[in-house]
């Protein structure tokens, strides 16, 4: 009896680290051109896009971030880190097993 309340605990214990460190953060970077604005996230190979806004070229990203990674864009939350008036850095946060 002991040894099946252990494996028990064990398996709980293991789906919930599995939800803990399955979070990701990327970082998104846009910036401020003469023409619009360009996004990309530089840990995804060919993630950019460019927009006339900057609203714009975020949902942009989003959709093609959420293509790249297979993953709900629902699922994906934006984080403002920090930034200039031409480049603003921003945080993808997501849990990769959603």
Same mark, same amino acid.
């Given at each position: ?13 293991? @789906? !919930? !680290?599995?939800?803990?460190? +399955? ?5 998104? *970077? ?8 360009? +996004? @990309? ?9 460019? +927009?006339?806004? @900057?609203?714009?070229? *975020? ?5 093609? +971030? ?9 699922k994906i939350k934006l984080d403002k880190a920090h ?6 850095? !921003? ?8």
């Amino acid at each position: 009896r002991e040894r099946y309340v252990k494996k028990i605990i064990k398996n709980i214990c293991t @789906e !919930y !680290y599995k939800k803990i460190f +399955a979070i990701m953060v990327l970082d998104l *970077i846009v910036i401020n051109t003469d023409d619009g604005y360009t +996004a @990309e996230v530089p840990s995804l190979n060919g993630c950019e896009c460019w +927009a006339h806004d @900057e609203e714009t070229v *975020i949902n942009k990203i989003f959709d093609l +971030a959420s293509f790249y990674l297979d993953v709900n864009v629902k699922k994906i939350k934006l984080d403002k880190a920090h930034g200039t008036k031409k480049k603003q850095i !921003y945080k993808l946060i997501f849990n990769k097993n959603n």
